[in-house]
């Protein structure tokens, strides 16, 4: 059974999932991480989930509030290597919305890089549509946003 842990950022489980994200996007990014690397520090106020199974982390995600228009962004999602292709992405993503939802937020939205090709076909099937770049990543070529009403 699929444990759903609605936490900080400073959660252990969750923060040794994040060193394993960090890890594997500078092997799939090198030097763009650079520029990468400052947004994805995660602020107080940002929304921490982890899936556990049998106390396990299994799957990790986040949202931070973008404005006061009701938008949220998704940052962080990861699932480790040897968890992949059980759902558990999806299980995570349905769970930030709702938690998002709960919390009367009303569109979600995120941003990920055109080589993650598991990531764009979990967001297309999810329901997300692809829009314009968002702040901090106009102009940034290798960057592909996604949004989703969540009303």
Avoid at 17 to 27: G, I, K, S
Avoid at 32 to 39: A, K, S, V, Y
Avoid at 43 to 63: K, M, R, W
Avoid at 121 to 139: E, Q, R, T, V
């Amino acid at each position: 059974m699929i444990q759903m842990l609605r936490t900080n950022i400073h959660h252990p489980k969750f923060k040794f999932l994040v060193e394993q994200l960090d890890a594997e996007l500078v092997e799939m990014y090198g030097d763009q991480m650079e520029f990468f690397g400052p947004h994805n520090i995660l602020e107080e106020e940002t929304f921490a989930l982890v899936a556990l199974q049998d106390n396990e982390p299994v799957a990790i995600g986040a949202f931070r509030e973008m404005n006061k228009n009701g938008d949220v962004e998704i940052k962080r999602m990861f699932v480790p290597i040897k968890h992949r292709g059980k759902g558990f992405s999806k299980l995570i993503l349905q769970e930030l919305e709702n938690w998002a939802k709960e919390a009367n937020y009303t569109c979600s939205k995120l941003e990920t890089g055109d080589k993650n090709v598991t990531a764009i076909s979990l967001y297309l099937n999810a329901g997300y549509k692809k829009i314009n770049l968002f702040d901090p990543y106009i102009g940034v070529e290798n960057s592909l946003c996604f949004a989703k009403n969540l009303i």
